[in-house]
């Protein structure tokens, strides 16, 4: 199958890996983490994405002036993202996306283990190497660097004023994802290092590369994936079904 992947970059290195192996073409665009904080650019960065795909006007994408190869179907490497992919839907391909309320799901192999995890441990941190490469994560370095750019711009006391407003206080644990394909010894320690700042909790939690590998690979059983028709949108699905989302017109 011929594949279109849009993807937050908090999964660069994890979607890559499979992509290298994947018997599928797979086009992967990936779009800067932190967007899902404003649910509406999110969804129009995604939309926008998405039209440019259907015309065939995607600067990321392989064009000739003689040759048009389309694809089977567009996959959004996103969970539901508080509610950033409501709406979204494409007028030419099956739109896939996982049952996910966000990319943790995606890491540890399925949304019943990240609510087993969530219901025993609800303030919990979530680092792994993509997250710590392409966002910025609660961390001593991070709050440095994050102290400089609001001096600079606001002064010295607003500064330390606005640090006070940026405390976690509702996370008393950091956990490391971390898969048995990938080992990055340097953001295990950057991990270890940031709960202890913090005066967290650590947890090195073994993740799955299962569900982004049945993703890539095609194989988007019901219970794991939604495919939105051609011409139909995503939406939330609030029945209780535990399905997390939907496909409406």
């Not at 019943?112 to 994560?137: L, P, Q």
């Not at 049945?214 to 699905?237: A, I, M, Q, T």
Request: some cysteine; proline content about 3%.
């Amino acid at each position: 199958m011929r594949l279109k992947l849009i993807a937050c970059k908090a999964l660069f290195r994890e979607v890559s890996l499979i992509s290298a192996y994947s018997q599928n073409f797979i086009d992967a665009t990936f779009m800067r983490q932190g967007l899902h904080d404003t649910p509406d650019l999110l969804r129009q960065a995604l939309q926008e994405e998405i039209d440019k795909i259907d015309a065939g006007d995607d600067v990321h994408t392989f064009q000739s002036h003689f040759v048009k190869r389309e694809f089977d179907a567009i996959l959004l490497g996103y969970g539901l993202c508080s509610n950033g992919i409501v709406g979204l839907g494409s007028k030419k391909y099956p739109l896939v996306v996982p049952r996910a309320h966000d990319c943790i799901t995606l890491f540890l192999g399925s949304k019943e283990k990240y609510a087993e995890y969530f219901n025993n441990h609800s303030g919990t941190f979530w680092y792994n190497a993509s997250w710590i490469e392409n966002s910025v994560t609660p961390s001593e370095q991070s709050d440095k660097e994050m102290l400089e750019v609001y001096k600079e711009r606001y002064g010295e006391e607003n500064a330390e004023f606005l640090m006070e407003a940026e405390v976690t206080d509702n996370y008393d644990r950091a956990a490391y994802i971390k898969w048995p394909e990938l080992s990055f010894p340097q953001h295990e320690e950057y991990t270890r290092d940031a709960a202890k700042y913090r005066g967290w909790e650590l947890d090195i939690v073994e993740g799955d590369s299962s569900l982004l590998l049945e993703f890539l690979d095609g194989n988007w059983e019901y219970d794991k994936f939604l495919v939105v028709p051609p011409g139909h949108r995503v939406e939330s699905d609030l029945s209780g079904s535990g399905k997390i989302i939907k496909a409406g017109k």
